[in-house]
């Protein structure tokens, strides 16, 4: 198991339960973006706490929203059974029952609504168009006739909402506007954050092709997974040269870089690694790879208000 992986599942007490719901090895792609933004925001002088530390909350709370509707519907719909390659999920496991999952993923995202009133009272009606938008990408993910994670949209859904949305999001509702270097780090964040997916997809490629789920990586294979995760790779770690290159901050986002050799060690244990269990390893170093380039990146852009390299 994922989370607590020396105990047994059955002997699990409540809150540890709920924590192995949540998913946390998936909370960095929440707060990657999130980040990301602050640092634009500070580099911008224009910083404030509130704003911030909703944005953040919001995330989050949309995150494990969305982690808790995914795990009851796959369920419901025989995705996940004991032929999983993925971590626990909990209503599969019975170590919840999918009423209580259902009223937990209700719950997050309640409360992701009443922080998110606070930035549409900061923001306006366009934070509160973003919330929603956020909060319907997470639902359509596994829920409705045609989810997304079966027509091979939850990739660029994924692209789109974890970078170029989270990002320009944060950066509005603390800075109170949006600069261009908010969508060109939208564009390296999300791209990390999508290669989580690819290594989802990679890991799942035969239960996904049994199951008719339509992606990049049940049509054109394993090799055309891996060139997708190489593809995004190069794409995350050209933006902070392309930001300094045009001037859109200083040559301190450069720090950002410094994560490559992680991301060419987990690029090349990704290509040998067979398909199984193990390919969740890859998966959780994936996340930590995005939340380390994300915070590099932030530290960058921060930096970039006080000290001109």
Not at 268 to 279: M, Q, T, W, Y
Request: hydrophobic share 55%; net charge positive; glycine share 12%.
């Amino acid at each position: 198991m994922s989370a607590l992986p020396n105990t047994n599942p059955q002997e699990l007490n409540r809150i540890q339960r709920w924590w192995l719901a949540c998913r946390p090895k998936t909370l960095p792609a929440a707060v990657s973006p999130v980040l990301v933004g602050w640092g634009i925001a500070f580099s911008m002088g224009r910083f404030r706490w509130g704003p911030a530390l909703a944005a953040m909350l919001c995330a989050v709370l949309i995150q494990i929203g969305t982690n808790l509707v995914n795990d009851v519907v796959d369920f419901e719909k025989g995705t996940d059974n004991a032929n999983r390659l993925g971590p626990m999920r909990v209503t599969q496991a019975r170590l919840l029952a999918p009423r209580k999952v259902r009223m937990g993923a209700g719950g997050a995202f309640g409360a992701a609504i009443l922080a998110g009133s606070y930035l549409v009272w900061v923001g306006g009606w366009l934070v509160a168009l973003i919330g929603l938008a956020s909060i319907a990408a997470g639902l359509l993910y596994t829920v409705g006739p045609f989810p997304l994670s079966h027509i091979g949209l939850a990739g660029l859904v994924t692209l789109i909402f974890f970078g170029f949305v989270a990002v320009g999001g944060t950066v509005y509702v603390v800075a109170g506007e949006i600069p261009p270097v908010a969508w060109l780090s939208g564009l390296g964040v999300g791209a990390l954050i999508t290669n989580i997916l690819v290594v989802n997809n990679i890991r799942d490629i035969e239960s996904d092709r049994a199951a008719g789920r339509r992606n990049f990586i049940t049509l054109l294979g394993r090799d055309g997974g891996e060139l997708q995760y190489w593809f995004l790779l190069t794409a995350a770690y050209l933006v902070p040269v392309a930001m300094a290159w045009r001037g859109w901050a200083s040559a301190w986002v450069m720090l950002a870089v410094l994560s490559i050799t992680r991301a060419t060690g987990i690029y090349l244990e990704l290509r040998e690694a067979p398909i199984g269990r193990g390919l969740n390893r890859i998966l959780a170093k994936t996340a930590g790879l995005a939340l380390l380039y994300s915070f590099l990146l932030a530290v960058g852009l921060a930096l970039g208000r006080w000290f001109m390299p």
